[in-house]
DNA sequence: GTGATTTTGACAACCATTATCAATAAGCGT
DNA sequence: ACGCTTATTGATAATGGTTGTCAAAATCAC
């Protein structure tokens, strides 16, 4: 049976807050600072949980962490994400949605979804890492 | 300076006589099966210097795992892989990367990287689960 | 060949994630 | 409302992939 616990509420809503995607340890650290003593394995569980069900979406970073963003249902989007501070701007792509159409068709393909997100530095982040930093993508 | 090494030559070569992707652990097990004493972390590095040169391609599995593959075209390019029998086919998609670019920047954003990879399913598979499944995505 | 320097590789360190398991608490039947 | 059953929690250990360390070995310029 499922039970309703405070903890897999709290993790909902702390993704609902979130713009964009985050991980669970950020997740986690998120709670913590607004007083939630949630465990982190519970953070975990939570989400594999809201992923499972669907409403919640995961996906691999670069680096090979796993980012959760709350499932939204308000149509498709994509993002891009900051990838030293976090910092997330949904973007529309109709432009990309007809192309990976369009080269789905081309081969055949059905049934197509796609993962499109760009992972940069935040204007901000680049002022700051200006001072000798040499990002490497 | 870079220099030339036989374990870099035994790398790069593994990874050509390999069809599709593989584990940095993989491809270390098979290499020393081939009798080459080649350490992890060099496989881990000469990889890495792969993808970085653009030589190499490398993707992260479900499951965390960074993938490689040989790439076949020097150049930049995305993947449209089959969600049921793992196909993949390499694309172009200059104009993708032209909106990454564009995108990126009206933000600000600065070494802009992006990850755009098409599911779908196959023609093949198209057929075989025309059959009444329903996939998810 | 000699020497400066890069590269290697065994191993430790790291980090995200998952498993463990006793303690806790949710929800059902009463 | 109470107790009981059992899912859930959470501190911690374990896991597994990847990266850092650093002495030893190999490479290239000369």
Redesign the interface.
Known sequence: MKRNTWQREAVREALDDTEGFISAQALHGALHQTGSPIGLATVYRALGDLAANGEADS????D???LYRACSTTGHHHH?I?RNCGLT?E?A?D??EA??KR??AD?????????????????NC?KLLAAGEQ???
């Open positions: 996906l691999q970073s670069p090979g962490e796993a891009l900051c701007v973007i792509a432009e990309v192309w990976a080269v789905a081969h055949g393909f059905t049934a197509a979804a796609h993962v499109v997100d760009v992972f940069g530095l935040c204007a680049t990002p490497l993508a």
